[in-house]
């Protein structure tokens, strides 16, 4: 995460695990087999850390802004290459990343979206399954290199400028109201 992917080899790996290469690959086929089993762990860790979130936030505005603080604190620790190496170089991976994004987070987003509205914090008109398609639509859009050339956007703003639109777009008036007590710079 901290150095991207192309850029770090076995060597550097085993070296850094104060192993040698020989009983690394007694663990692991290769590269590609490492950084699938990375992305596997980083997925189920994930899972775990986000399914912990409703029941530690008061209501489903601040669950949103739990996960919003929860991806800028990875994409802080993360280099901008890193995404990019995986859309670029491991497909396998990448799609393991967009199945999570479509499947797990789809799923949250729609649950939260259903528990706003019967808060009375967001719009009861809404339609969950189309604003949580929405919502993971654009979040997979932030990693597009043609629109958002990782070398011209702060990954950081990007994320926290979706946000803010997520929910300026979603929240009822009571919404806006809870909103600014938890983020006054959202409302």
């Keep these: 995460m901290r150095y991207g992917i192309k850029s770090i080899t076995m060597d550097d790996v085993a070296r850094e695990m104060g192993i040698s290469k020989k009983t690394l690959y007694q663990h692991v086929n290769n590269k590609t087999d490492l950084i699938e089993r990375i992305i596997h762990q980083h ?3 994930e899972k775990q850390c986000l399914s912990e979130m409703p029941g530690n936030a008061r209501d489903s505005i601040e669950q949103v802004l739990m996960i919003a603080r929860h991806v800028v604190q990875i994409l802080r620790g993360m280099r ?14 990448w799609n393991m990343m967009e199945e999570f994004q479509q499947e797990y987070m789809y799923k949250m987003i729609r ?4 528990q706003g509205i019967k808060e009375g914090l967001y719009l009861e008109n809404l339609d969950p399954d189309i604003i949580a398609k929405l919502y993971v639509g654009k979040t997979m859009l932030l990693t597009d290199e043609k629109m958002f050339p990782m070398l011209e956007y702060d990954r950081d703003k990007l994320f926290t400028e979706f946000i803010r639109y997520h929910l300026r777009g979603i929240v009822s008036e009571k919404g806006m109201q809870k909103l600014k007590t938890y983020q006054p710079d959202y409302a």
């Design 43 to 45: 997925i189920h860790d």
């Design 80 to 93: 901008p290459t890193t995404m990019f190496d995986l859309k670029k170089n491991y497909h396998k991976c």
């Design 111 to 114: 649950i939260n979206i259903e």
